[in-house]
């Protein structure tokens, strides 16, 4: 594959960009997309690329963002949306790339603005696609044999009654401005025969709505995907036409993030609007979930693999908001010590950390020691015991927290037993009333190695034991307090620890327990 041309093989959307410093002026982003896991059919992992776009080679379409719509829900999102969107466009123009405006079926509005000039004048593209003017409602064979992952077949209005549907749109809300630099249009034909003539290769797609008109539209992601053009959602900045009471039956809002992790999977990847604003990413004001924040980069024990599936769990069946901060697994490499998207700790609820001696850039690991020590809570999987331990091997201005076990978790991992023996996990003394092990079936058996761990800080409690034959038994999961936090620890965490449901329950457990919510019933 090219670099700096986008393609989508088999079922997989794959970027590749060199993974290099930003220059000064550049645009540079965190993409987000999914590859399948071989030989686990319909199981992907998180994989992140450094994206570095020069602005003058960048083009913003904003999709749809009218001044009406005809479900009174997607109205007040939009307006909501509308101001961060604004914002980012306006730094973008800044920068020099190209906005353009796409508030689709309204043009007779805007006949007489520079902007319909701007893209009506481009010259005929020599290499217009020849279905550039049509919607594409699916990408390839196997994106529309796996389907949507929500149910938008009655028109997805999340309002009690239902709007009654209709086109009530005029033209694009006016909180975003439209500069006598930007381009209008909803023309698949103009806006490509824009791109190619100021020799723009990469579009960002922000916009409404991600299930129908930012994927589907002639100037959608599809469409530029399937074309060659660097294209990615801004998946902070959308939002999707679902109605709640329709399968899967899960928050308006984890419909969209199940639209945008169709999108990772199938069509291209994804940024947040952080970058370019120097603020959180977005987040509706009605989006009350709780947000847990996984921090995975180890490369012995299948992170990667496994915490996507624990928590789409999450997600789909208790509610919860989930997001993966995805490091590299290479076992060497000058991104081994980077993690994208540490910002998003800002605004988490808890933070579940699976690390493996990484060291991060001291201004990443401040996200980090600053969301600890605001006393929220944290769980640590297996590796966690020495996550930020490089044993003196960090890269010079590179940070670490190397006594975060004693100190945080409240362990003192010293090594592990030798993998083969199983070992057996029961209840420690006094834990069999504790809230994390409601529901747990005990004894249960574990294939991955046995940490040793002891002596465990005065503060913790212990929870679960773990013994193999002809050695002394360790605990293998415990909760301890650092300042105001509330700390859970487990030291298993092997993928097929993820396969057993004692586990993952006692894990859905410890997440409610850590975060002082009532358990799920």
Known sequence: MSIGKSTVSGIVFLLVFASVPAQAGELEFDARSRQQIPGASGQYRVVSERLTWAPAETAIIICDVWDRHWCKGATLRGAELAPRINDVARKAREMGALIIHAPSGTMDSYKNHSGRKIARSAPKAANLPEDIAQW???????????????????????????????????????????????????????????????????????????????????????????????VVLMRDLTDTMYNSHMHPVVNHFTGTDLVVEHVEKFVCPTITSAALTGKPRFRFRNDK????????????????????????????????CCEILQGSTAKSGKDRNYIPGMEALADADLAVLFVRRRALPAADMAYFREYMESGKPLIGLRTASHAFDTRGKAPQGYAEWPDLDPTVLGGRYHGHHGSGPKC??????????????????????????????????????????????????????????????????????????????????????????????????
């Open 289 to 320: 979930r709780s947000r847990v924040v996984f921090i995975s980069a180890e490369s012995e024990y299948g992170a990667a693999e496994s915490l996507p599936g624990f928590a789409h769990e999450l997600e789909t069946k208790y509610g919860l």
């Open 136 to 230: 594409c409602r699916w990408i390839n064979a196997e994106e529309e044999a796996v389907g949507y992952p929500i149910d938008h077949s009655d028109g997805g209005c999340d309002c009690t009654p239902q709007c009654k549907q209709g086109s009530p749109w005029r033209g694009q809300i006016g909180t975003i401005e439209i500069s006598d630099k930007d381009a209008v249009s909803d023309s698949g034909v103009e806006i490509w025969n824009l791109l190619e003539h100021r020799g723009i290769d990469n579009v960002i797609i922000m916009g409404v709505h991600t299930n129908m008109c930012v994927l589907g539209r002639p100037f959608g992601l599809r469409n530029m995907a399937r074309f060659g053009k660097n």
């Open 424 to 521: 057996t996990v029961t209840t420690a003394d006094g834990a069999e009333a504790h809230p994390i092990l409601a529901g747990v079936q005990v004894p249960f058996a574990s294939i991955g190695s046995l940490y040793e761990v002891r002596p465990l800080g005065k503060s913790t409690k212990q929870l679960l034991i773990g013994t193999i034959p002809g050695k002394a038994s360790e605990p293998v999961a415990w909760t301890n307090k650092y300042g105001k936090s509330r700390v859970f620890y487990t030291s298993l965490g092997h993928p097929d620890d993820f396969k057993n449901e004692d586990f993952r329950t006692f894990l859905i457990n410890a997440a409610f327990w850590a975060m002082n919510k009532p358990l799920p019933k």
